[in-house]
């Protein structure tokens, strides 16, 4: 079992900046590739963002546009998503997870950070 922490989230406005992190307890969590979610208020979940364990391959969904940038820090147990030129449909709450069981579903999911943006 891993258990996912994400922090960073808050309010910013528009063309802002904000940098979520994703940490767990367990030192399993770096063995895991893992990805950034999001859901918006009346919205389905949706794929933001993925990487793999050591970081050599990450991907990105159409709307990032250049935007966002996904990394590891191993050494921290700690995986970041860094969210530049933040627009108000970047609003949601984001969510990190790990280890893929099927493409974009994943078997351990944090309980997520707000992000609101304001215009």
């Known amino acids: 079992q891993v258990h996912l922490v994400e922090s960073g989230g808050g309010l910013v406005q528009a063309g802002g900046s904000l940098r979520l992190s994703c940490t767990a307890a367990?030192?399993?969590?770096?063995?895991?590739?893992k990805a950034w979610f999001r859901q918006a208020p009346g919205k389905e979940r949706e794929f933001v963002a993925a990487?793999?364990?050591?970081?050599?391959?990450?991907r990105y969904a159409g709307f990032v546009g250049g935007r966002f940038t996904i990394s590891n820090d191993n050494a921290k147990n700690t995986m970041y998503l860094q969210m530049n030129t933040l627009e108000s449909e970047d609003t949601a709450i984001y969510y990190c997870?790990?280890?893929?069981?099927?493409?974009?579903?994943?078997?351990?999911w944090g309980q997520g950070t707000q992000v609101t943006v304001s215009s």
């Open positions: 997870a790990a280890e893929p069981v099927r493409p974009d579903e994943y078997k351990y």
């Open positions: 367990e030192h399993t969590f770096i063995k895991y590739n």
């Open positions: 990487i793999t364990f050591n970081g050599a391959s990450v």
